[in-house]
């Protein structure tokens, strides 16, 4: 948890204009600045930086925010990455531990025991005699002694204390490899035992090449343990969030503009060692929105190398999907029967594997192929099993040109008319298309198309465009009044803070309480500021305002009171039906007597 002085200080050093001039050309645009908006494709600009108000709006896609929204849409970071970005460049120092819990120094140390751990495995397999049985695999499976010590490949030697032993004397307790996923508690008496024995090991890294887990592969068969062990997930390392070799990757995926996704350690290792460097692996997991966030912060275009017999079933392809959700061009490279990156290398050379990458597909055209293989698009259900697997795929793909001719080519395979697809395809609703992708890749064409913006919302700008009115509030708005669920929790944040005399200075204190990384709380907020931006004679307004709303809950409640009483009515509840009536025409007397006032 980054503290709330921390974030105020950074966004008081750093100018939004020059924030964002860091990375897109600004044109002076009366007192503000416009671009093109890196969000999405446009010819006329229409991405604003309001710089009195240290926002950004785009009014073609929806896109807005501040300074670290725009970094983390810019740079697909997390929040906390983001705010590391602009600390540095602000010169601000972020507290290391943070509350009763210190949960960064926790982690810190966390990340050390994992340092520490991996330099003890390192050293055995290189210098210990009982590690020659791992350093006689690890030659056997071609890999070089330079590539041992760039991947920092290890040995965990047959003992149950040979780690435990060691991190003791480095001054770290078996609780703290316990956490870490190292030790195991033993089920029976007192005492702890180390995970991995008798392994060859593969060091895990996070993207920033901090280790955070390890994965071992037995040496001698053993009826006590698995032929391949990994971590467990712990408070570092979640599998689903980690791309193996990913921080070795990196600059050759940026240089290269494109990354290979293949599955297992030695599928990214042999290929690194033979000159293939753009190469990450997801290590057999499927594609997570996690993994592939983290591939686009370096590039858009993927090849996802699949083995020639696991790229039988369609349904690992799903996972894919998410790629193209990402405005990301995706292609799936198939191995023949048998073999994997490592093994195609190894007995046919780094040329056999180039090869196959040429001939990668489209993801499109690699699934179609393979549904049509799967089910015959002659009979009635083969056409729709095929349909059922494709249409998701395509309604993912935010470029209407592209869904437009994916359509066409589906139809014609499947001598299906494209209305009767497109008729589907508006029926396909997807289950994970908004959860993290960024609402600034959202067509802009249903950004358009928002309602006009409502009294409560225009009341939202006024009050976070000048957080004094919160005082204005008291005694004539209450937050339940409000209908939106995000306005009512901007009023009662506001109204909480007014009343407890920490009044904030700007919209921002109000966004830094809020969860960051979906975009739809920085789009509204972007978007009512904006619209607050433009009313001229703003009190007169905002009093006008006031009063709709009240209007507006009158209404409602009268509405709602003649709903109850058809109700008693058809219940046959003369009492009840008698006591609305005259509720309803008392509400009605105070509307008047209130109106007149007016």
């Not at 597909?361 to 089910?375: H, N, S, V, W």
């Not at 009341?459 to 995000?486: I, K």
Request: aromatic share 8%.
């Amino acid at each position: 948890m980054i503290p709330d002085r921390t974030l105020q200080e950074i966004q008081e050093r750093l100018n939004i204009v020059d924030v964002i001039g860091g990375y897109i050309s600004l044109r002076k645009s009366g007192q503000n600045f416009k671009a093109l908006c890196p969000f999405h494709p446009e010819k006329t600009p229409s991405f604003v930086v309001y710089t009195d108000k240290q926002f950004f709006i785009c009014y073609g896609c929806g896109a807005g925010g501040d300074g670290i929204t725009f970094v983390m849409k810019h740079e697909h970071l997390e929040f906390p990455e983001a705010v590391e970005v602009l600390a540095q460049k602000a010169g601000v120092m972020i507290p290391q531990g943070t509350g009763d819990n210190s949960s960064a120094a926790e982690s810190s140390l966390l990340y050390r025991v994992h340092e520490s751990a991996a330099r003890f495995y390192h050293e055995l397999l290189s210098q210990s005699a009982e590690a020659q049985v791992a350093r006689e695999y690890l030659s056997k499976r071609g890999l070089e002694s330079a590539t041992w010590q760039t991947f920092l490949l290890g040995y965990a030697p047959q003992r149950w204390d040979g780690l435990l032993s060691y991190a003791k004397a480095e001054g770290y307790t078996p609780q703290l490899l316990e956490r870490a996923g190292l030790a195991i508690r033993r089920e029976r008496g007192e005492g702890w035992y180390d995970r991995f024995r008798g392994r060859a090991l593969f060091p895990i890294w996070d993207a920033r090449g901090r280790v955070i887990a390890f994965g071992g592969r037995l040496m001698e068969e053993a009826p006590e343990g698995p032929k391949y062990l990994n971590s467990p997930e712990t408070e570092l390392y979640v599998k689903g969030k980690v791309l193996y070799g990913l921080h070795l990757a990196v600059p050759h995926i940026r240089e290269q503009d494109f990354c290979i996704v293949v599955e297992g350690y030695m599928d990214m290792v042999t290929p690194y060692q033979h000159g293939i460097r753009n190469v990450v692996a997801s290590m057999g997991t499927s594609l997570t929105e996690a993994q592939v966030r983290l591939i686009r912060r370096h590039t858009r275009h993927v090849v996802i190398v699949y083995d020639g017999d696991y790229a039988g079933q369609a349904a690992t392809l799903r996972g894919l999907d998410l790629f193209l959700e990402a405005e990301m061009r995706v292609k799936v490279a198939v191995l023949p029967n048998g073999t994997d990156p490592d093994s195609l290398i190894r007995h046919h050379g780094v040329e056999a594997f180039t090869g196959v990458l040429r001939e990668c597909k489209e993801l499109f055209d690699y699934k179609l192929g393979l549904l049509t293989r799967q089910f015959d698009p002659r009979q009635m259900e083969g056409r729709i099993e095929i349909c059922q697997e494709m249409l998701p795929t395509i309604k993912r793909v935010p470029n209407a040109i592209q869904r437009g001719d994916y359509v066409r080519r589906l139809a014609e395979i499947l001598g299906i008319s494209e209305g009767l697809l497109w008729t589907e395809l508006n029926r396909v609703r997807l289950q994970s298309s908004s959860s993290w992708r960024p609402a600034a890749i959202a067509d802009s064409s249903a950004a358009m198309q928002e309602p006009a913006m409502s009294a409560e919302e225009l009341l939202a700008g006024l009050l976070l465009e000048d957080p004094s009115r919160a005082e204005q509030l008291e005694g004539r708005l209450e937050s339940e009044d409000l209908r939106d669920p995000q306005v009512r929790r901007l009023a009662d944040w506001m109204l909480t803070r007014w009343r407890s005399g920490s009044g904030p200075k700007d919209y921002r204190e109000f966004l830094n309480d809020l969860p960051r990384g979906s975009g739809e709380w920085e789009n509204r907020l972007a978007r009512w500021l904006a619209a607050a931006d433009t009313v001229e004679e703003k009190d007169r307004v905002w009093e006008e305002l006031l009063d709709r709303i009240h209007t507006n809950l009158q209404r409602a409640s009268l509405e709602t009171l003649r709903a109850s009483i058809r109700q008693a009515e058809e219940a046959g509840d003369e009492g009840k039906t008698s006591r609305l009536i005259l509720e309803y025409s008392r509400l009605v007397k105070s509307n008047t007597a209130s109106a007149r006032k007016t």
